[in-house]
């Protein structure tokens, strides 16, 4: 008798395509950012303020992941910004074959940046490579202190963790200190931010450290 472990095999597959990605995004000087958070978190929100404030100065391309509808895709083209919606279906997160199939239709030359929106979710995106250069948590302050440590993984893998719609914490009792010292305790290196994409608030630190990745090239 054999056992298989199929989760290990489709992972190692997917991790074969993700590592080809990769290298062709560095040899176009394509900084991919792949953000993963809860449905709700705001990622679609940041994108759309992201670009509209740095498109004078960097092309930025987007693959938006969603099971169905295509409606966030259609608020980045809105912006003028190159986009291709993946609908996966029944599918709860993206693959690296599906953002290599997307990745063709959008034709996107770089050098610049390139935006994944995962599906909402903060368990399996955490554990599919999708050839980005990092990936990158949100949490909004509505979702409570304890996110982190209940899906260590998604803030283990990331290499940032934005904290979202920082306009709404005067309505809310967000015991912040706590919402850091648990992101600390999975990943001493997260790199964090506080942001609201409404009023404005936080963005510049997020664009320097943006415009950082793309000087490193
Ligand atoms: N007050 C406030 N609401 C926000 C902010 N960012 C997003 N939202 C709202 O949160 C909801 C979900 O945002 P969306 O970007 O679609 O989240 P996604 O599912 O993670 O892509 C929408 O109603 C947004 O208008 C923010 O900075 N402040
Ligand atoms: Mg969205
Ligand atoms: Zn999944």
């Known amino acids: 008798m054999r056992i298989i472990d199929v989760k290990k095999d489709v992972l190692s597959k997917n991790d074969q395509i993700a590592a080809g990605i990769r290298e062709k995004l560095r040899q176009r000087g394509i900084v991919a950012i792949n953000f993963i958070s809860s449905p709700g978190s705001g990622k679609t929100t940041m994108l759309v303020k992201t670009i509209e404030d740095l498109k004078s100065r960097v092309p ?27 609908n996966t279906q029944s599918a709860c997160h993206l693959d690296a074959a599906m953002v290599e199939e997307a990745l063709e239709k959008l034709g996107f ?39 982190p440590v209940k899906y260590p993984k998604a803030f283990r893998s990331s290499s940032a963790m934005i904290i979202t719609k920082t306009d709404l914490l005067p309505h809310l009792d967000l015991d912040m200190g706590r919402l850091l010292d648990y992101s600390m305790k999975v ?12 009023t404005g608030d936080g963005m510049d630190d997020w664009y320097d450290f943006l415009l950082s990745l793309l000087q490193e090239r």
């Open 187 to 198: 990943n001493q290196s997260l790199k964090v931010f506080h942001v609201s994409a409404k």
């Open 109 to 147: 030359a770089g050098p610049g940046f390139l935006f994944i929106e995962n599906v909402g979710n903060l368990v399996c995106p955490a554990s599919y490579d999708l050839g980005e250069e990092m990936k990158v948590a949100l949490v909004s302050v509505t979702e409570g202190e304890d996110k």
């Open 60 to 86: 930025i391309a987007v693959l938006e992941g969603d099971q169905q509808t295509d409606n966030d895709a259609r608020k980045i083209a809105a912006t003028g910004a190159p986009v291709i919606q993946i």
